[in-house]
């Protein structure tokens, strides 16, 4: 054999080697993906919308994959810590994020630094629900409609509380927007979580709120909180009796939100794929939907390239409406 030949044999086998522990990754996440269990970090409190979707869904992909998901709640700071721990997580697909439209397009345009960023740091995996939304009150209030609260607004300008789940939360926004629409001056008290506020106003600490039908649907069934109108373009199949806050007060209110599934940046594609099309699968289980509609929560999915889509374009309009409405983080 000749010099550059005996050259060229010996740089096909440094490339094969090298090329070797590639490959050998690849094949393992193809062929032995999950190999043990997965993690899910939601940085929201338990017992919030995405909590709920997060655990009926990942269930159902548990029995599928044949491992078990960990869920951790970890609340706290606008949902900033737990989003933190996934994006510091080893990108190999057993720790993937839950999360919300709050953390991933809110939080961002509130604050000015975040030891994350949402476009750069993760990886979309799918959409998976997104969240009906109601305005609710404690039952010793005396409103009864959107069109009862706005004129007790106007007649005591920024003296009616409302509460939220933070600054920048998808209730502040929600409240933000109706009195923006509305034209009226209201008073935000801000609780630390969907599920501590759902609490206030069970506990007659603040009086009304926006809030998603997940996280109050129990409240309302025992009637520690009376639902007031839903946020829907229409009245919700499983509420029929129950107006739009568009009907009952404030023409062409809507709002909802979406829960998300994430995974860190780097995450091989293949393990992408195949969560993506296992959550996919599990949302078509007619079981799934079942559970998730009667939680106020309507079933989705998505491409990976679908939920980056709707990512970047909610990241630019709420920056617009937060800047509009003069919303501070703390």
């Not at 094969?16 to 094949?27: F, N, Q, R, S």
């Not at 409240?219 to 639902?227: D, E, H, N, Q």
């Amino acid at each position: 054999m000749g010099t550059d030949d005996a050259r060229r044999s010996a740089l096909k086998s440094l490339a094969a080697a090298a090329a070797g522990p590639l490959l050998a990754v690849a094949a393992r996440a193809e062929a032995g993906y999950p190999d043990r269990p997965i993690r899910l970090i939601v940085p929201l409190g338990a017992a919030s919308a995405v909590d709920v979707a997060a655990r009926i869904v990942v269930q159902k992909m548990a029995a599928q994959l044949g491992q078990p998901f960990v869920v951790e709640n970890i609340a706290g700071a606008s949902g900033i810590v737990g989003t933190d721990r996934v994006a510091k997580a080893a990108p190999d697909g057993y720790t993937l994020g839950g999360f919300n439209d709050s953390i991933m397009t809110m939080v961002p345009a509130l604050q000015a630094r975040l030891p994350w960023d949402i476009l750069r740091d993760f990886t979309p995996v799918s959409l998976v629900a997104t969240v009906e939304w109601c305005l609710v009150a404690h039952p010793s209030a005396p409103w009864d409609t959107a069109q009862t609260i706005i004129q007790a607004a106007q007649a005591a300008p920024g003296r009616l509380d409302y509460g939220s789940g933070g600054i920048g939360s998808p209730q502040h926004i929600a409240m933000a927007l109706f009195a923006a629409q509305a034209g009226i001056e209201l008073n935000h008290v801000p609780y630390k979580g969907a599920s501590d506020l759902a609490n206030g106003l069970a506990g007659k600490q603040v009086p009304i709120a926006f809030q998603g039908l997940a996280t109050v649907n129990q409240l309302v069934r025992s009637k520690r909180l009376k639902l007031l109108g839903v946020c829907t373009p229409r009245r919700l199949a499983q509420l029929p009796e129950v107006p739009t806050v568009s009907e009952s007060g404030l023409p062409g209110f809507e709002f909802n939100s979406w829960f998300a599934l994430m995974a860190p940046a780097g995450t091989p594609a293949d393990v992408i794929a195949r969560l993506n099309a296992e959550v996919r699968k599990a949302l078509a289980d007619p079981g799934v939907r079942e559970q998730l509609q009667a939680q106020g929560l309507a079933p989705r999915g998505s491409s990976a390239d679908e939920l980056g889509a709707a990512t970047r374009s909610q990241l630019a309009r709420y920056a617009a409406l937060i800047r509009k409405a003069g919303i501070k983080a703390e």
